[in-house]
């Protein structure tokens, strides 16, 4: 089983549509993160929390919000979908001891928005 | 301003020889580098890492080599397999308590059977 796991794996919706991306984890992680991927770019971080509804904004937050009601889920939400946010979007978790820990990564959700 | 920049879109090498991927940074501040490895259709997988007080890191066939003066460090794979060939990410990470990854764009590695 997964230790990170991403719902839906692949969505397509139209524009103006909300959508909420779910992530949930079991690798028991305090910190949580959404980045979103762009065809030739990297990662780029949406939101991130480092524990239960603690909330911080990433380098690409606008058009994007977050809620972290439990330590082991972290969704994204998109109010109002435009096509420009059609992306691979993942979630990641590391731990919060020690001063560098590495983050996990869930395998993605793709994102097409028309 | 690309902080991260991996300057090779692609890399091609026999199975059995070595690859190297390279990753140049711009923020003096970096203080912890990672390498993730990612194949189509999965997330990436976390590889090796090196902290700034190091210049090298070895896991198996993978090194991490860091020269803090040129801000360069180097992914060496040796030897090479064709199980390899995947898109491979460098990520740095500021000092302090906040813990925000920043990425290159990634080198696609082949490695040819």
Request: with cysteine; net charge positive; aromatic share 12%.
């Amino acid at each position: 089983d997964a230790d990170v796991t991403q719902t839906p794996r692949n969505r397509i919706t139209k524009t103006g549509k909300r959508i909420m991306l779910e992530c949930s984890q079991t690798k028991g992680h305090d910190r949580m993160y959404w980045y979103r991927q762009d065809p030739g770019l990297g990662l780029r971080l949406i939101y991130y929390s480092f524990d239960v509804k603690d909330i911080n904004k990433g380098e690409i937050s606008d058009g994007y919000s977050v809620s972290r009601q439990a330590q082991a889920k972290f969704s994204l939400s998109l109010e109002s979908a435009i096509p420009n946010q059609t992306a691979l979007y993942f979630c990641a978790t590391s731990s919060g001891t020690g001063t560098n820990q590495p983050q996990h990564f869930g395998d993605g959700t793709r994102l097409s928005i028309l | 301003d690309q902080q991260v920049k991996q300057n090779s879109p692609s890399l091609s090498v026999q199975e059995g020889r070595i690859s190297i991927l390279n990753c140049d940074y711009t923020n003096s501040m970096f203080d912890y580098f990672l390498w993730y490895k990612k194949y189509p259709a999965e997330g990436p997988t976390f590889l090796i890492s090196i902290s700034s007080i190091k210049d090298k890191n070895e896991d198996g066939r993978f090194t991490v080599f860091l020269n803090k003066s040129a801000k360069h460090l180097s992914l060496h794979i040796v030897p090479s397999q064709p199980g390899d060939s995947a898109v491979y990410f460098c990520a740095a990470k500021s000092g302090g308590s906040n813990y925000k990854l920043t990425f290159g764009k990634g080198t696609l590695l082949t490695v040819n059977p």
